[in-house]
């Protein structure tokens, strides 16, 4: 019964999404389909890298500001890692999580804290509504050289509005190596339109990065991830770009300081 009750939703569902010009997935809502996974190349002047799922090659030859499209897979234990494209040896292994069907999942090569490759994966439960065509916004910070002074503040404020004094950060407090809505929690919604992205330290009003104009469409998947100016080396404090990651694949976009 539970079986065919999820098949008259899912079915009802998909022909109000069709009268109606929907965008979302039905089977994510529902949680009966396969897992999926999308890979993000996100060390500045990286060498490219092959993406693992399990050990089996998933995305390979990836460059700095990849992002793959999300790629289904079996639930269950699941070990992420990428290696030097061409190599052997792991630069970063996740640790193995359970996956879960109906999730999205985030797979991140990033600069680690001690300035060395690492590995973040984010779980996302996708519970949007099904009638919902609002875009779903989430942060990582990958940029540990701005956190002298502790974790960091985000905002998307509309363009040429970048007077944060009153503003409240659509994601706040994000440490680094850390998503805001935090791994297995849903994403913030918000409505599509021309933004920029203010960032400053967790508390503060002063910026420390302010994006140029960026359009933010309905049904967008965005994750805003901040991330060090330069390679495996860069230590210079607050000095940080942002790779916006959307759910198309290809390339994601870098912003820098305007």
């Given at each position: 019964?539970k079986l ?8 009802a569902a998909?022909t109000?999404?069709s009268?109606?010009g ?15 996974v999308r ?8 060498p ?8 089996v090659?998933?995305e390979?030859n990836?460059?700095?500001?990849s992002?793959?499209a ?5 639930s ?12 052997t040896?792991a630069?970063?292994?996740?640790p193995?999580?359970?996956a879960?069907n ?7 090569a ?5 300035a060395?490759?690492?590995m973040a994966v ?5 519970d949007k509504?099904l009638?919902?065509?609002q875009a ?5 910070n990958?940029?540990y050289n701005?956190n ?7 905002y ?8 944060i ?6 994601m ?16 913030v ?6 933004y ?8 503060s ?5 302010t994006?140029?104009?960026?359009s ?11 991330l060090p ?7 210079t404090?607050?000095?940080?770009q ?9 390339n ?7």
């Amino acid at each position: 019964m539970k079986l065919l009750k999820c098949l008259i939703l899912a079915a009802a569902a998909a022909t109000v999404l069709s009268a109606c010009g929907g965008g979302n997935s039905v089977g994510e809502e529902l949680g009966i389909t396969k897992p999926s996974v999308r890979y993000i190349h996100a060390i500045p002047s990286g060498p490219n890298v092959d993406f693992y799922n399990n050990n089996v090659i998933a995305e390979s030859n990836a460059a700095y500001s990849s992002v793959s499209a999300y790629n289904t897979f079996s639930s269950g234990a699941t070990t992420l890692s990428y290696n030097a494209t061409g190599s052997t040896a792991a630069l970063a292994t996740s640790p193995t999580f359970n996956a879960a069907n109906g999730h999205l999942y985030t797979a991140l090569a990033i600069v680690g804290s001690s300035a060395i490759p690492a590995m973040a994966v984010i779980d996302d439960p996708f519970d949007k509504g099904l009638l919902n065509n609002q875009a779903r916004v989430r942060a990582f910070n990958a940029s540990y050289n701005a956190n002298a002074v502790g974790p960091i503040d985000i905002y998307l404020v509309p363009v040429g509005n970048t007077n944060i004094a009153s503003a409240t950060p659509q994601m706040a407090n994000v440490g680094y190596g850390a998503a805001v809505p935090a791994s297995g929690q849903d994403s913030v919604y918000l409505n599509g339109g021309s933004y920029q992205i203010v960032i400053t330290h967790a508390g503060s009003k002063t910026a420390i990065f302010t994006s140029t104009g960026v359009s933010l469409a309905n049904n967008a998947d965005w994750l805003v991830t901040t991330l060090p100016t330069g390679g495996l080396g860069t230590v210079t404090p607050d000095s940080i770009q942002v790779l916006v990651a959307n759910n198309a694949g290809g390339n994601g976009t870098v912003l820098t300081p305007q």
